[in-house]
């Protein structure tokens, strides 16, 4: 009987530009890692990085999650899970999320698959809602399917996956603080009906895009006229970065998730790495340290090692 396994749970990319709250992405790098073992009751987190989160399961998003699967399984058992970290938590690239999907994706392999993929995104979800008070999918869904998801309703929860050609992100990480709660208490409430339309227009222009394999519609969809002139104030240098990524060559780009980070997406590796090289040189400028790096889609999601 299978009693351990280790997974590694991606990054990914939630609030891509003109999809706020609905689409997200799956990035190959970087994951976390984490190996889990059958017990026989409760839930034991151990850290094996620097960053010190909770070892309560009821305050790690990693127990919030198993705690949800472990109310819906007839056998009693528990859980001990290693959880080592290589992605910062509230940098904006999913690292709840990447705890909570690579928590329930193993657990269920351990309890020989009893959960569909649709229960694992209910249970992730309870995980997030530790991190931030809130049950989203946005990032969960892209860490547990991988690829690019579109997530049409999170109550009932309806979650489609959208093929896409070869992308390349350029991520910049700017080391500063924006608390998710901040970044959704600026957002207006109320929108215009004309953006309304403009930006429902990107998003089904995006969508059309990805499925058709047009990067230049990919390119044109890739623009947010609600969100992103109000956030971006959090980020210094967004418009700078923006700018110089366009004109290296990026298909285009925006606010990971509630930031501080930054994606680009472009079509190929050498123009991922030329954007990579703008930003660097714009953003030295700032007295702001950060990280960049470039990676592909992930289209696997969590995956077994
Ligand atoms: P991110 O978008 O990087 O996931 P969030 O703000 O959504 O950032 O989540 C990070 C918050 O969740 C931090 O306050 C962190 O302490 C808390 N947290 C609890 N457990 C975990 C975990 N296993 N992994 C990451 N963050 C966790």
């Not at 590694?8 to 889990?36: H, R, S, Y």
């Not at 026989?40 to 705690?67: Q, S």
């Not at 892209?142 to 929860?157: H, Y």
């Amino acid at each position: 009987m299978l009693e351990e396994v280790t997974v590694l749970a991606p990054a990914t990319v939630a609030n891509l530009v003109c999809g706020f709250d609905i689409l997200g992405l799956a990035l190959e790098e970087p994951c976390d890692k984490l190996t889990i073992r059958k017990t026989r009751r409760g839930i034991r987190i151990i850290n094996l990085d620097g960053y010190n989160l909770p070892l309560e399961p009821e305050k790690n998003v990693i127990g919030g999650a198993l705690l949800a699967m472990l109310e819906e399984t007839r056998e009693e058992i528990g859980f001990e899970i290693e959880s080592t970290k290589v992605i910062k938590p509230g940098s904006g690239i999913g690292s709840s999320a990447a705890s909570a999907a690579g928590a329930v994706i193993a657990a269920n392999h351990l309890l020989k698959q009893p959960f569909s993929t649709s229960d694992l995104i209910r249970f992730a979800m309870c995980g997030e809602q530790v991190a931030s008070g809130a049950k989203h999918a946005d990032n969960i869904a892209p860490a547990i399917m991988g690829g690019v998801t579109l997530i049409r309703s999170s109550f009932p929860l309806d979650i489609i996956g959208i093929p896409a050609p070869p992308l390349f992100v350029t991520i910049l990480h700017p080391q500063i603080e924006i608390k998710t709660s901040n970044a959704r208490e600026i957002l207006k409430k109320e929108i215009l009906l004309k953006d309304a339309a403009i930006q429902w227009g990107n998003v089904a222009g995006l969508v059309a895009g990805l499925m058709k394999g047009d990067y230049e519609l990919i390119s044109r969809s890739l623009v947010d006229v609600i969100v992103e002139p109000i956030r971006s104030i959090l980020i210094p240098g967004f418009d700078l970065v923006k700018t110089v990524s366009l004109e290296t060559g990026a298909l285009g780009g925006g606010i990971s998730g509630s930031g501080p980070s930054v994606f680009m997406l472009s079509h190929d590796l050498v123009t991922a790495r030329k954007v990579e090289a703008a930003i660097i040189q714009a953003y030295s400028g700032l007295n702001i340290d950060f990280h960049t790096h470039v990676s592909t889609i992930n289209n696997q999601g969590v995956r077994f090692i």
